[in-house]
T-cell receptor, first 113, second 112 residues
Framework: KAGVTQTPRYLIKTRGQQVTLSCSPI?????VSWYQQTPGQGLQFLFE???????NKGNFPGRFSGRQFSNSRSEMNVSTLELGDSALYLC????????????FGSGTRLTVV | GQQVMQIPQYQHVQEGEDFTTYCNSS?????IQWYKQRPGGHPVFLIQ?????EVKKQKRLTFQFGEAKKNSSLHITATQTTDVGTYFC????????????FGTGTRLQVFP
């Protein structure tokens, strides 16, 4: 069974640009969440999608957005990049129901210069 | 907003010693999950606790959920070098079980 796939693995962007990150969840998993991980702030919740609907949102500015497609694949977009957006962006999926943990992808390492 | 703190932030132990990390939430949790992240890796799900006072074991790992469902602990007996990594607890908010708030993490280093 394939795991959670995130692309690209590494990305270097300049300030002011925008970026789109992609996540393909495990087949059959309809819930997809995104997290930002930095050394100083740990794992910060960005948003969670289920059946193409955003169910939860973290405390991030509107520059951070996402969506989920009918095949459960998800994308997140960051516009007007800032240096502070440099981080590891992790996508996680899980089966429907509250008794299952999340399976994380390997993440996308974004560096803003 | 909801916060989940973990202590200690770092722990260095000699191989064979025990290790415990504690997780405390500012609000009541519906469930608590534990994850392990190896250096350079991504978080890997270990276990979920749901019931008040619940205790679960996985070989040398013992997980507890507090009676008030606001705290949890992970205890590793006789650590091994393969236990190295950062251990995160993640709390499901009582009002919305699909959103997980991760704790600050405890980085464990094991010296042979």
């Amino acid at each position: 069974k394939a795991g959670v796939t995130q692309t690209p693995r590494y990305l270097i962007k300049t300030r002011g640009q925008q970026v789109t990150l992609s996540c393909s969840p495990i087949s059959g998993h309809r819930s997809v969440s995104w997290y930002q991980q930095t050394p100083g702030q740990g794992l910060q919740f960005l948003f969670e999608y289920f059946s193409e609907t955003q169910r939860n949102k973290g405390n991030f500015p509107g520059r951070f957005s996402g969506r989920q497609f009918s095949n459960s694949r998800s994308e997140m977009n960051v516009s007007t990049l800032e240096l502070g957006d440099s981080a590891l962006y992790l996508c996680a999926s899980r089966q429907t129901g509250t008794n299952y943990g999340y399976t994380f992808g390997s993440g996308t390492r974004l560096t803003v210069v | 907003g909801q916060q989940v703190m973990q202590i200690p932030q770092y722990q260095h132990v000699q191989e064979g010693e025990d290790f415990t990390t504690y997780c405390n939430s500012s609000t009541t949790l519906s469930n608590i999950q534990w994850y392990k992240q190896r250096p350079g890796g991504h978080p890997v799900f270990l276990i979920q606790l749901v019931k008040s006072g619940e205790v679960k074991k996985q070989k040398r790992l013992t997980f507890q959920f507090g009676e008030a469902k606001k705290n949890s602990s992970l205890h590793i007996t006789a650590t091994q070098t393969t236990d190295v990594g950062t251990y995160f607890c993640a709390g499901g908010a009582s009002y919305n079980t699909d959103k997980l708030i991760f704790g600050t993490g405890t980085r464990l280093q094991v010296f042979p």
